[in-house]
């Protein structure tokens, strides 16, 4: 499979291949979580599900990751879907990172992550000087909280901690939030005026639906990546979801039979064929693009690379052209701002500026 094909095959597959901005078009038949004929292009919630999981300690990053693939109009439909019809939820799943995802995959990939997860936070806290039995207080004062009060923004529960002789500053708070929310009992809901609001899961989303069993849910996460991030080995399944290479593994080999394989690398069974081009995007930082592989050389050129990972866990808002990364972006005072790693043809400098529009106003909705 040639470097260009492949970009082109994994761009279709993350919803990126669609008619750009400006050409007027129906919603798209795109492969969703039910089948190639779902429109998962059409909502908030459909394209969250094709992909499973969205990065999102940044929401404003997350908002323009759904921008991207068409399934916001709007930043506030994605502020909507987790605010009024509850169809999205943020919390600490794959890699010990904050995601964004449907509802009814929160508690099998907590399920999947969490033992994992809270390894790292409480082995984390105790290098920030907080001790095991401290940590499960603040956990029960951030769950008693939410109990009394309802949904609440992260400086609320910070003064909550305070006032309970808890650590309450720096990064001890959100992994104390992490902790919490690894046990299941909370997540990140509402936005409203004050910000981004945990709330109980219970209350918040409904009584929990007992997950699946590990081999169930594991054959499910490779078949939900796969529809999402395909081709792709398993050693990329590893590095996206954080855990061992053997339980990536596991899980494809569970659904082998629905598989195509071109040498090391898998996907969905059926595809279409990929499509003549990727259209130039603007992709916002940490987008699912530039995250999804192991390897993320086939989207970044490698003397660009830093310019796209400085280091230190960053990705930058990048522009790419049919899957290939062209430039980064900034947005200074309201206004897009493009940083081209090279001259770029007139047909790609022209769909850019268009997107850049398309940003500006999508960021003021």
């Not at 849910?217 to 996206?240: K, V």
């Not at 005072?333 to 022209?350: C, D, N, Q, T």
Request: glycine share 12%.
């Amino acid at each position: 499979m040639t470097p260009a094909e492949l970009r082109r095959r994994r761009g279709a597959a993350q919803l990126l291949a669609g008619a750009d901005e400006s050409e007027a078009r129906a919603p798209e038949p795109v492969p969703g979580a039910d089948g190639w004929g779902a429109t998962a292009r059409a909502s908030v919630a459909g394209a969250v599900a094709h992909l499973l999981a969205v990065q999102a300690q940044d929401l404003r990053a997350a908002r323009l990751a759904l921008r991207a693939r068409g399934g916001a109009g709007a930043a506030s439909d994605v502020d909507a879907a987790l605010t009024h019809d509850r169809s999205l939820v943020v919390a600490w799943l794959m890699r010990g990172t904050l995601h964004l995802v449907a509802r009814e995959d929160h508690g099998w990939l907590l399920a999947l992550t969490a033992e994992q997860n809270a390894a790292t936070i409480r082995r984390r806290l105790g290098q920030l000087g907080v001790g095991e039995h401290e940590a499960d207080r603040a956990v029960t004062v951030i769950e008693r909280a939410l109990a009394d009060e309802g949904p609440l923004p992260r400086p609320r529960l910070a003064e909550r901690l305070r006032g309970a002789g808890l650590p309450h500053e720096g990064q001890a708070v959100p992994h104390l939030l992490a902790l919490a929310a690894g046990g299941g009992r909370i997540v990140l809901g509402p936005v409203d005026a004050g910000g981004h609001a945990f709330a109980l899961t219970d209350e918040w989303l409904g009584a929990s639906i007992r997950p699946p069993d590990r081999r169930a849910a594991l054959a499910e996460l490779a078949r939900r990546y796969l529809r999402g991030h395909g081709p792709a080995t398993p050693a990329d399944l590893a590095a996206w979801s954080g855990l061992g290479l053997r339980d990536a593994r596991a899980g494809l080999a569970a659904i082998a039979s629905e598989l195509d394989a071109d040498g090391e690398l898998l996907d969905v069974a059926g595809r279409p064929a990929a499509p003549r081009r990727v259209p130039p995007r603007l992709l916002g930082a940490f987008d699912p693009y530039l995250l999804g592989w192991k390897d993320r050389a086939f989207a970044v050129d490698p003397a660009h690379a830093r310019r796209v990972h400085p280091g230190g866990g960053i990705v930058r808002a990048t522009a790419i052209a049919d899957g290939r990364a062209v430039a980064t972006w900034t947005m200074p005072g309201g206004r897009v701002a493009l940083e081209p790693f090279g001259s770029l043809p007139r047909p790609v400098e022209a769909a850019l500026r268009r997107e850049c529009g398309a940003v500006e106003r999508f960021t003021r909705s």
